[in-house]
């Protein structure tokens, strides 16, 4: 009978099988060799664990190139690349303004991404806040009072303390540059006729015609509902809470709320009144408004009472998460570290936290499949402030929860609430955790100092690590590796058994039986022990974390202050501790060294009241224009990346308030910071977060 090829006999398989046993027996003929065959074994599976997490958490999808009407990337500092002969109004608006407006004024900076509203597209020559009527351009003086006094409540900053007259000058000419068509008319200022009196008839007239006009659909029959709505480039822009007048743009005096009614707020989705109403139902209007203002929460008698107060969980959660530093790292960051808002907090950043592990960034959108869409808010408010969620405890070196713990219960299920089932899903999967090997991972645990060993560094990997829709998810062989661990650590002890029984060595007499007993407690506590140190930290208590690793918060000085200014105070210390702590420390005191190609070497500002080395000579206006536009008192223009000013851009005015007035309540902290210096070669090629006190250069 001819055999099919391919095909293997009975004695052939008995054959090898001899010859594989033959050559195995030496490493099981004796316990000692099984013993040292299943040390050398567990060591090889240990290396190519820690050799694994290197290589395959690596690769990433192809970066992702931003739209250039998107986002277009500059580089930094701004304005380091442009000729020495370089119109002057060029210069200064690229140092100044192309990081939110772009350098082509398309409002396509690279911070632009994570601010609401998008910063205004020149390009489109449409101005909401100025003299004229609708449809036609603004004044010379109108752009030039913008740059010089910024827009109320906004990312847009006051230059007149930084620019010149001749500099604004300069920079509105070049402004005007981007859409010469919409400068060619000149434009025509309206003429404000005399107010109506804002007496109890025409304040009900107002009234009426605001509900006749549709405007409480979008502001709300109280004036506060805040509806999100995009505008004409389809980005989102929020109706404006009327009670709060501190927050109109172009400002709350009844002249500029009349003309925003009169022209509109194009580009935004806030129509004109000319031709709708007369000149005195506006007016009639604009005294409604004006009486639904409730008192400043900074003057007598007012309370705070913005967006991070409101009563509806899911539209706080949704204002605290797009304020807070949340996509810093669950959003997909491409070339240029410009964020992708199609993905936004969908996950996907690579973080590497020696010698805790590999880690990516989770997909936080409700997805019900790859996201957190099956979750309950609890449980994401759980993993939020304690780090626990219904399947692991969370590295703190990688998801900052020892900080965002001083969120209160009502913040923690506001995020969940709204990540849980109001975020647009992303279908975007994760792979767990890389882990190093069992002994590497040990040892440097040992070396850095137990029960914490603190990393030199925390890296931020930009792209997408999430696992790709094809191939083996990223884990598959991690996960094999450990089994196959497992198995050598049972199948050996099972041989040993075997052995053992087989060859009746028992231990003999009670000396033997002692020493047995001894060696099996001396190996098993030595495991024990090292299962705990590969587990840290982990396994302590999560409460115990935070009292260790957050430090004790800077209590701010309140004598001589009112009420109210208390009360703001506090809230100041509630959002510092909940976020500026992470990179500023409890005090303040500032020196977190980060470092990267394009960023350069920055450390964190000692933002106590210092005034030598701190910023004890800034007024709150001064710091509130560094928090929310990333603009320092002498000018220099803050990289977005190692201050996020572009997610804090979203704070409320009252939260912004807050935060200055606490910071000018603090005690001051002596500390010198070094300056920021430029990209130079040598810088990191990812971004690199130094944890331990690092005053020298680049990536080293």
Known sequence: MVRVAGEISQNEKGIWFILVMTTLKPFFSSRRNILLTMLALLIVLDIARSLYVRVGYASAEPEWQPPHDYAAAIAYPPGSDLSADAPPGQKLYITYCAYCHGPDGKGNGMAAPSMIPRPRDFTLGLYAYTSTGAGQPPTADDLKRTVREGLNASAMP?????????????????????????????????????????????????????????????????????????????????????????????????????????R??????????????????????????????????????????????????????????????????????????IYRDDKYLAGGMRITAYPYGVFTSRNLTSDKETGVGNWTPQQLAQAIRFGQTPTRSLNFFAMPWTVLHQLNDDDANAIGTYLTQNLRPVNRRMPEPGRYGFIESNLQKIIGGLP???????TYASGNFAEPFWGMPRDVPQNFLFGAQLFVLIGG??????????????????????????????????????????????????????????????QPNTNGMTVEQKAMAERGMYLYSSSCTLCHNADARGGQKNNASGLGTMWSR????????????????????????GVSKNGRPLMWQAMPWDHFSNLDEEDVRSLAVYLKAIPPVKHQVPLPLPPAPGDCSELVVFIQVNLKPGCQ
């Open 452 to 458: 914490v060993a603190l990393p030199e560094r925390l």
């Open 606 to 629: 000692n933002i106590s009241p210092d005034m030598e080395t701190g910023i004890g000579s800034w007024d709150e206006l001064q710091i509130a224009r560094a928090i929310r536009s």
């Open 264 to 337: 509109g707020g194009a580009p935004g989705p806030m129509p004109a009144y000319e031709d709708k109403l007369s000149p005195e139902q506006r007016w009639d209007v604009v005294n409604y408004v004006l009486s639904l203002a409730r008192v400043a929460p900074w003057d007598a008698g007012g309370k705070l009472n913005g967006p991070g107060h409101n009563a509806n969980l899911a539209k706080r959660g949704e204002y605290i998460i797009h304020a807070q530093m949340c996509g810093l790292c669950h959003t997909e960051v491409g070339a240029g570290a």
């Open 158 to 262: 006051y230059w007149q303390d930084i620019l010149s007259e001749q500099e604004i000058d300069a920079v509105v000419q070049y402004i005007k540059n981007f859409s010469p068509n919409t400068f060619a008319t000149t434009p025509q200022p309206l003429t404000i006729p005399a107010r109506v009196e804002a007496n109890a008839a025409s304040i009900a007239r107002g009234q009426q015609l605001y509900q006749a006009q549709q405007c409480d659909g979008c502001h709300g029959d109280d004036g506060r509902a805040m509806v999100k709505m995009p505008d004409k480039k389809g980005n989102p822009v929020i109706a404006r809470d009327l009670t709060a007048p501190w927050t109109f743009r172009g400002g709350s005096e009844p002249n500029e709320i009349w003309l925003r009614l009169t």
């Open 493 to 554: 002890f099972g041989l040993l058994l075997i052995l053992t029984i087989r060859k009746r060595a028992v231990p003999k007499g009670i000396r033997g039986c002692l020493m047995t007993f001894a060696l099996v407690m001396v190996l098993g506590l030595c495991g024990l022990v090292g299962c705990v140190v590969n587990a840290l930290p982990g396994i302590i208590p999560p409460d115990i974390i935070v009292e260790n690793a957050a430090g004790e918060i800077t």
